[in-house]
């Protein structure tokens, strides 16, 4: 009895992994962001469902998708002047309580963030046009001082940089890395669990993944 039991029990362990496996059904939000590029989540309008983001890099925009929460979504457009629109984020930036959009266009060098007037009405302000081609956008409390910086990676200078909020939206650069070839994205996270704040990147030239202390 106990010999058939543990030939039983390994057969047991299979079909209920196979049983607990996910399915997965596509659901197409939209087919006009022309050369979509980068796809981000958030609650924008504060009401209680996920929204969704996307930059395309063909029409330079920056789009938002309103969540009926039935898991219907309605476009809006936040700008289409990204030129080359290669990346989108959503964070709280000027800490008033609703989320704000952020993105890196590659033609114009530019990393932007998109203000939220608590009604989804967006007025951009610019952070920076001198990252050169940027082509990733993240934003996080780097210096743990209550407010949102963010980061940025840019191809065709090689670039990591972070920028300082200084509390009222006014950013200050700081280069973590200039030498990072083929980069294509930044990412930041507390890599080692010494409560601050590491930065990553990828970089195809040399397949490169790297961390940033």
């Known amino acids: 009895m106990m010999l058939m039991l543990r030939k039983l029990l390994p057969v047991h362990l299979l079909l209920s992994i196979a049983l607990a496996q996910p399915t997965f059904t596509e ?11 980068s796809v981000f989540s958030a609650d924008v309008d504060g009401d209680g469902d996920m929204d969704v983001l996307s930059s395309s890099d063909q ?34 930036v000027d800490s008033d309580g609703d989320i704000d959009v952020l993105s890196a266009s590659q033609n114009d060098n530019t990393v932007a963030w998109y203000e939220n007037d608590g009604n989804e009405n967006f007025t951009e302000h ?43 939206e006014n950013f200050t650069i700081n280069v973590i890395n200039d030498a990072a070839t083929g980069l294509n994205t930044v990412y930041a996270a507390d890599m080692d669990g010494d409560g601050d704040i590491d930065a990553l990147s990828a970089q195809w030239v040399g397949n490169k993944v790297s961390w940033y202390e």
């Open 27 to 37: 659901h197409v939000i939209s087919t006009s962001a022309n050369g979509a590029w």
């Open 59 to 92: 029409d330079d925009k920056i789009a938002w998708y309103q969540n009926d929460g039935s898991g219907n979504f309605t476009p809006h457009t936040i700008t289409t002047s990204a030129d080359v629109a290669r990346s989108v984020f959503a964070a709280d």
């Open 126 to 168: 610019t952070i920076t046009t001198t990252a050169n081609g940027a082509v990733s956008i993240f934003a996080i409390d780097v210096d743990s001082d209550g407010d949102m910086d963010v980061l940025s990676g840019s191809e065709y200078d090689n670039t990591v940089a972070w920028y300082e909020n200084d509390g009222n």
